[in-house]
């Protein structure tokens, strides 16, 4: 498995080896060891979650202001673009976004360190999108950010077609990032 640093420090981007041939294939999708030397830390993730969701599908921005989650997250069918924002006050890039496109195609993983906002988009007919969590959810201490904050300024993938986003109504009605509770 390959590790790269991203703009932010502290996001990685991990690209497992895929072993393939005419019966399928096999790659290691998580190894600790491998994770520690990239990162600098050893991982203790809590929880997983899977989701699936249709194209336009927009889940985010997402964080919890207490209790802060970091998220390895990775997509086992289908396409998104993920976005992690830098939310940490004391940071050189507080404000900062880094987006990736992430596929069962490309197999890649993206861990984001707490002190950052998450969101997807899903640019295929549908995707499922599984992460790894180093704490547990708390909805009373979650928060969400506006995905078209300006001050931000996210460049989101546009559709051609009559795609329209859809968001929950948390996100909906996100803070604006100036306003937000920052960590």
């Not at 790659?27 to 830390?41: C, K, L, P, Q």
């Amino acid at each position: 498995m390959h590790a790269t640093e991203l703009a932010l420090p502290g996001l990685f981007l991990f690209e497992p080896k895929v072993f393939g041939d005419a019966r399928g294939f096999f790659y290691e999708s998580f190894n600790a060891s491998v994770f520690a030397d990239a990162t600098g830390r050893e991982a203790n993730f809590v929880q997983d979650n899977h989701s699936k969701s249709t194209r336009g599908v927009l889940r985010g921005l997402h964080y919890q202001v207490t209790r802060p989650q970091g998220k390895l997250v990775r997509v086992t069918a289908g396409e998104v673009f993920d976005v992690a924002v830098d939310i940490r006050k004391s940071s050189p890039t507080f404000g900062q976004w880094v987006g990736v496109s992430l596929s069962a195609e490309n197999n890649k993983q993206l861990w984001i360190p707490e002190g950052f906002a998450h969101g997807f988009l899903v640019t295929s007919e549908f995707a499922e999108f599984q992460y790894k969590v180093t704490d547990y959810w708390c909805p009373e201490f979650e928060r969400s950010i506006r995905y078209n904050d300006p001050d931000i300024a996210i460049e989101w993938p546009s559709f051609a077609d009559d795609v329209k986003l859809a968001l929950s109504a948390k996100d909906v009605n996100g803070s604006e990032f100036k306003t937000a509770q920052h960590l």
